[in-house]
Nanobody, 130 residues
């Protein structure tokens, strides 16, 4: 099971920017899909942005397209994932969880299924005030 360590997050006013980081604690195959889910109390965990490590292909939820950018840094054979979040809105307020699964970033009915992901970060809070 992949263990992920997250950093970043915090509080910002609407229109501001934040960057999240995520790194596996050990070796991870390039044949992994990694990215972020977010969750607010009382709602289901929602897939936000993902990247298939081997190809670099990226995928975004419609709600964040054009505002969020997911990227990976493989310097010195150490993988770090980034989520740059710009033009933040109060609706982006949530706990953000880094996640990883073996294989491609499949969706079902246009959504990523949290149950498909075996590795999770500890979560980091993002709060956007109006």
């Amino acid at each position: 099971q992949v263990q992920l360590v997250e950093s970043g997050g915090g509080s910002v006013q609407a229109g501001g920017s934040l960057r999240l980081s995520c790194a596996p604690s050990g070796y991870i195959s390039r044949s992994y899909c990694m990215g972020w889910f977010r969750q607010v109390p009382g709602k289901e965990r929602e897939g936000v942005a993902f990247v298939y490590i081997a190809s670099g292909s990226t995928y975004y939820a419609d709600s964040v397209k054009g505002r969020f950018t997911i990227s990976q840094d493989n310097a010195k054979n150490t993988l770090t994932l980034y989520l740059q979040m710009n033009s933040l809105k109060p609706d982006d307020t949530a706990m953000y969880y880094c996640a990883a699964k073996f294989g491609v970033c499949s969706t079902y009915g246009g959504r990523w299924r949290p149950s498909d992901f075996a590795g999770w970060g500890q979560g980091t809070q993002v709060t956007v005030s109006s």
